[in-house]
Structures are given as C-alpha cells and as structure tokens.
C-alpha cells in the first residue's frame, strides 16, 4: 500500500475527512500513559493542525491501541460521528485484523485454530492463556497460518476472533512459539529497538460515513527479517 505522507515521522496509509490511518513504528504508544511520553495521538493532531491551519484544539479520537513493541495499523477518527461508528465495529468485531509474527520455535501445526483462556495480571502488565476457563478469564480465539520459513525464524499470517489483551503474544507462548524479542512472553533475547516481531498488517472494514470497503495494508519495518519476508 502506497504511504500518503511520511512527515514527522508520521507514515500515513489513508486520511479523508472523517477517519486518518498511520502505520505505527516500535515504541509509539498510541495514547498518554503514566511514562509521559508524547502519544501517536498527539503527533497526528499536530499534523492535521499543520496541513489544514486549523485554529485551536483539534478533534482525534482514539478507537484501538497496538502495544509499544508492536508495529502496523492504526485507526483515528476525526469526527465524534466516526468515532461512535468505528468503536461500535471494534466492539462488535465486524472488522478483519491481520497480523504478522515472527517466531522462533515453529509451532507443529501449519495451520491452526488457537482457543485459549486469557487472564490478565495487572500488576506485571500480562495475560496469562490457560486451555480451560478459570476465574476472571476471557475467551481469546485466533487462526494461524506459517506464510514463511527462514533459516532460523518462521512467519505466521494470524486472523484475530477477539481482542484480548495481549493476546496473540500470549497465545503463541503457551504453544511455545513466543514472538521474536518479546522477553515478557519467552523469548531468549531482546530486539535491537527493544520491539517485537508483531505487526498489525492489514485491516478491512466499512467506512463510518461512506460506507464504502476500505482495505488498509500497512508496510513491514525496514528491518532485515522483515525485508526478508
């Protein structure tokens, strides 16, 4: 997919009036958090502001996050009546999320169907996924597919069903086949960036006003494991 804007470090994949898309890079939160640091939502509001001299506060709102490691998709809206009308697609999971990974154990089967039990443990930020349902758990479902096999690295292509916290890395480290560099779900070493190999690589959903398909596929990293898939 063609990148409409690289300004400001800010790579964007689709803008109109009423929704603007950007294609995170690894360690953008996507909205405020107690570290301080400036949120991806605050570099796009500075963007629309500069390319339209827009006076005053200007109107984003935040519809999903990625976590910081993660790469790829991002969706704003840019008017409240997208914003109800996106929230409602996520929440009622009537969009397609794609994702790539890299992981280093290839998992025994091609392809799969992952069902898991997901439990958060807020004080260390992760979730835990457990094969049967235990108290305060939430069902998490995705399909894999290896798409790629490197020398020492396998790429899976993986649909999410829901949208669990941390889930696609918590689901690939109880199949023992945790995402390159993600130290919090087992792999052996850290990435260079301090990322991981997890990037929200394409998204499909209706537009809130238009109504028409929009089919958004974000790049890879410029990174030597990605550029070799």
Not at 147 to 163: M, P
């Amino acid at each position: 997919m063609k990148i409409l804007s690289n300004k400001n470090n800010l790579q964007i994949l689709h803008e109109d009036n009423h929704i603007i898309v950007v294609n995170k890079r690894v360690g953008d939160i996507v909205q405020g958090d107690k570290t301080g640091d400036k949120p991806l939502s605050d570099v796009v509001k500075e963007y629309i502001k500069d390319k339209y001299n827009k006076p005053g506060d200007v109107f984003l709102g935040v519809i999903h996050r990625l976590d910081r490691p993660t790469t790829g998709i991002v969706v704003f809206a840019r008017t409240s009546k997208a914003l109800t009308r996106m929230n409602e697609m996520f929440s009622n999971r009537e969009t397609q999320k794609t994702y790539w990974a890299v992981v280093k154990n290839k998992p025994q089967e091609t392809t799969a169907k992952l069902v898991h039990y997901l439990k958060r443990n807020e004080k260390n930020n992760t979730s835990k996924a457990h094969l049967k349902e235990v108290p305060d758990s939430k069902l998490a479902s995705l399909d894999y597919t290896i798409f790629k096999e490197l020398q020492n690295y396998v790429a899976l292509e993986i649909n999410l069903h829901t949208g669990r916290h941390h889930q696609i890395r918590a689901q690939l480290s109880a199949i023992g086949s945790p995402i390159k560099g993600d130290l919090k779900y087992g792999s052996d070493r850290s990435n260079p960036d301090g990322g991981i190999h997890l990037h929200a690589r394409k998204l499909v959903f209706i537009h809130p006003v238009s109504k028409e398909n929009i089919t958004i596929v974000a790049p890879t990293p410029d990174e030597t494991i990605w550029n070799a898939i």
